[in-house]
């Protein structure tokens, strides 16, 4: 009768390990997802700051060679 019942009590709780194992390995992805979303935004959010400044730049040399064609 005890053996029965530790027998039962640790499939009981190796079938509670596994779903804690399960749950805390989505938590765990959940977190990567968000940190990569999150990581992309600012990754976004740089790239967009670069071009804008590149793209000014740019059009301002352009425009100064303009001006300096005009005058030549």
């Known amino acids: ?3 029965v019942l530790v027998i039962r009590l640790k499939s009981v709780m190796r079938l509670l390990v596994i779903r804690l ?4 390995r989505l938590l765990v992805i959940q977190e990567m ?3 990569i979303m999150r990581r992309e935004l600012e990754f976004r959010k740089y790239w967009k700051n670069l ?3 590149l793209i000014r730049d ?3 040399l352009l425009l100064r060679e303009l001006s300096h064609s005009k005058i030549h």
């Not at 194992?21 to 805390?24: A, D, E, V």
């Open 21 to 24: 194992m399960s749950m805390m």
């Open 51 to 53: 071009l804008t400044m």
């Open 58 to 60: 740019h059009s301002q």
């Open 33 to 35: 997802i968000r940190l």
């Open 1 to 3: 009768m005890l053996r």
